[in-house]
């Protein structure tokens, strides 16, 4: 629903939708640029121009019907996904037949800037839909939008992977030595990712950190709730870090009280907005609304390593 709302921009009518995928009809006549889509999306993972769908009994079947869609030349690179999780798929197989059969030879999935990329939406078994964009941002560079990397081991918390995929994306400029507080910190895997950057790091949590982060030396907890934080215990921070599992009013009040206290003024924050459900997602203009009013800039996303919530990226406006 979010996406479908974001991607309802002029010059475009809604078409059909599936769990998923969101199709939408150009005007007659209208023919947008390449970078016709907004780039920064929030719930939207990928934009592509459809050129249509093929169908097939087979995975060479689809294959050989898609190239005829596409025609064979010009693609730089080639993204395969399956329209959600659940559509189970041969996806790098796949890619490797398209892109011997395109001439492209062996490239890594994540698209240089600038390519023209073929996308094959693995719709159902017998079904895929075939489009193609132009690789800008870091996430359309990415097959479907998605991180592509997992939760190494050792890691306490999915969180550690969130953040991963949060620096990339915002290319957030951490740096080794800066301090980092985080509400809502426990078990801390997100605390792990700031230690492995070199940061000096507090966590901020009711809830214990486990100890192969609370031993770390630039590691130190303070157990209480946000709110309770002394306000001047907060003058030397560089990143406020906030993923508290609470109302996102709720998340924003607490980075509000210390963005607007006399004397602390953090490089940025990286706050996760929980969305209790997805009415409330139509309130993400108020909320980015507030960083606003602190003097923030802020950029959000749905991350694809994360759940019903958005993170949002906020520095000092420009
Ligand atoms: C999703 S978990 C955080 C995961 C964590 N960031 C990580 O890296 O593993 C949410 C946490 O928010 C904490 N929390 C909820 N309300 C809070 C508050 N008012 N102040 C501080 N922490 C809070 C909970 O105790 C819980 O540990």
Redesign the pocket.
Known sequence: MASRQELAVPGMRKAAWRRGVVTFRLDPGSDPADDFFPHELVFARACVRSLGQVTGADEPTLAAHAIALAGPAGWQNIHVWGRVPAVSADVDGIRARLLEACGIGVVAEVAEPGDLVLDIVVDAADRWWVGWHRAATLASRWPGGIYPHTLPDGK?????L??DEAIATFAIPFEAGQRAV????????????LLEAGLRVV?????L??ERVASHPRFQQWR?????VKLRQCRDIDWL?C????DPR?TLE?IGRVVSAPGCRPRGVVA?L?IPDWSRAAELPDWLASFASWGLQPRARQLSTAGREVCVVAGPAR
């Open positions: 306490v918390s999915r969180a550690w969130k953040l985080e509400f809502g910190a426990a078990p801390g895997g997100a605390c792990q990712r966590a901020v949590d009711p809830a950190v486990d209480m709730r946000a709110r309770d870090v993923d508290m599992n609470i709720s607490s996760t929980k």
